[in-house]
Structure formats: C-alpha cells, structure tokens
C-alpha cells in the first residue's frame, strides 16, 4: 500500500512538473514571409525572429523560412492550411490579400477574417514612382497619355496592383500592369532595364534601402502621387489619391471603393498565425509582439536599417479585417470588375 501511495505520489509530481514547464521550452517558431529574402517584409520578419522569443515564456528560438509567389498567397494559405494550429506557425503577408477573397479568386483558400492577427509593425501607405526620363512627369500626365506606362506588379494580391487599376478607373490614368514578378526587387530591377517604367509600392521601403537612395540622389524617378489622408512630409509636394478624387471629381461609389481598398494601408504588415490556436497562446504571442516592438534594441535596429515602427494591435487588426471582408455587395461588385474577376 505505501508503494502504491508512492508511486501515485510521484505520478502527481510529475504531472504537475509538466505542467508548469512553459509551452514554448525548447520549441521553434517559424515565420514564414511570402516575399524574398532582403524584401523589407523580410527584414522585419528577421527583427521579429531575433527579438521576440526573449518575451515569450520557455524562451523559443525562431526562425524565418522565405515562401514568395503570388503575392504572398502561397505563404497565406501554408498558415491557414498546412501548418498546425500550435502557435509554432506565424506568417507575414502583403495587407491587401483579402481583395482576392472579396473577388473570389479560386487560388485563395483561406478566410481572412479568421486569421489569429498578432499585430502590425506599421501602417503602410504606398506610392507610385516613375522613371523620370519618361514622357509621364505628373499623375496628370498619366491621365492624358496616349498610350500609358508599363507598371511592375508581383499580382493581384496587393495595394499597388489595385492602386493603379484604382487610378485608371478613379481619374482616368492609363496605366498597363505587368504582372508576375516574384517580389519588389525584380521590379526595381526591370524598370533599371526599362521593361517597365513605374511600380507603385511601400514610402517606407521607398526611403529605407538601396536602389532608393541612389535614385533619389540621381533623380531617377519621381512619385507622382501617394495614399494616406495626409501628404508624408518627406513627399510634400506629392498629392494624394484623396486630393486626386477631390480634383477630378471622383464618384461617390468609387470613393465608397476607395474605403475598402485603401485600408489595406492600416493593415500595414502584419504578422498573422494559423486559426484555432489556443487563445492563451495568442494572447503570450499578441502581447509577445507588442513588447518587442517597444524594444530598445529593436528601435535601434530598426533606425540603423531606416525602417519605421507605428504598432497596430492584434485586437484592431481582427476588427478591421471583419470590418473589410463583410463589405457591402456593390462594392465587392466594383472590385470584381476593377481586377478582371
């Protein structure tokens, strides 16, 4: 009988060993970013994975494993469908995938809404730059041009595919995307060899790295217009598509499209997981990533790479995303026609 006792007292211990052993001991995380190695998607995935397992209890080391194509669509529904719902799987992608769902693209199997949304690094207002030996030296040029520029996109997937077709539709700009490029490099690097001439993409990444600087300083390209309700100040004299509407007069159902489309920018770049994770493990990796963020060593690093940080909660992100996928039916309508659906 006391062996017994023993024995059932040693099983109790142990269990409750185990139990107070962090979920996350000895684990790795992984990342997965739908853009290419060096994309700035990807330098704040490495700034994530090198900072934020010190805020997570047991510690965990993280990795990061690069899944570009389709802007970002492979890696999405790796998160949503492949990986497990264990927390061990977190994903960043481009913040405007979800107008492929609201067109109902085949190639999407996920649901936006019901991503495990951990927060944002930040908001993320785009523009659209030129080759500035070009004919098209305003956006006004644009609207009047006979035959219109070639614009580099990686896919439907993102802001800047819609930010032009937006244009075209909202002021009458003729621009012509080339689709099919594997992340933001490629193109940089087709309008070097003038395959196209213009891409519209993040004013973060515009002044954080190379070939930016140098074009700047050479006077390269030119940005004929932005997004966000308010000029950048590094970008004074740039109008924004707000100011563009106001101009020229835009519908009040494109403005209504404009809404949806634009708050993209407010899902910034995000960092979501699978669904159905526990939601104690969500709320150690939501607050996990808000405390990394406020890092001083990750401030640091994130002024030595020229990058910003503006968080966005999970808590706002799962709202928003709701918010944009229960769009209302003429406007989904709209985006159906604006992308070709």
Known sequence: MKKFAGFAFFL???SNLQA?????????VKIVVGLPAGDVYDLYARILAEHMGKYIPGNPTFIVQNMPGASTMIAANYVYNVAKPDGLTLGSTLPALYFDQLVGRKEVQFDWAKFAWLGSFEK????????????YKTIHDVTKAVEGPKCGSTGTGGLAHLLMKFLNEAIGTKFNIVTGYQGGQEIDLAVERGEVHCRAFTVTSFFAREPFHTWRKKG???????TGKKRDPRLSDVPTVYELMDEYKTAEATRRLAAVALAAGDFGRPIIATPGIPSDRLKILREAFAKTLSDADVLADVKKKKLEI??????????LAKEVITSDREVIERMKNLLGK
């Open 124 to 135: 993320s207002y785009n523009l659209l730059y030129m080759r500035a030996d070009t004919p």
């Open 220 to 226: 390269f390209v030119r940005v004929l217009t932005q």
């Open 310 to 319: 503006d968080p966005t909660s999970g808590e706002e992100l799962e709202t």
């Open 20 to 28: 107070q052993v962090p979920f996350y001991a000895g684990k790795t």
């Open 12 to 14: 109790l211990w142990a």
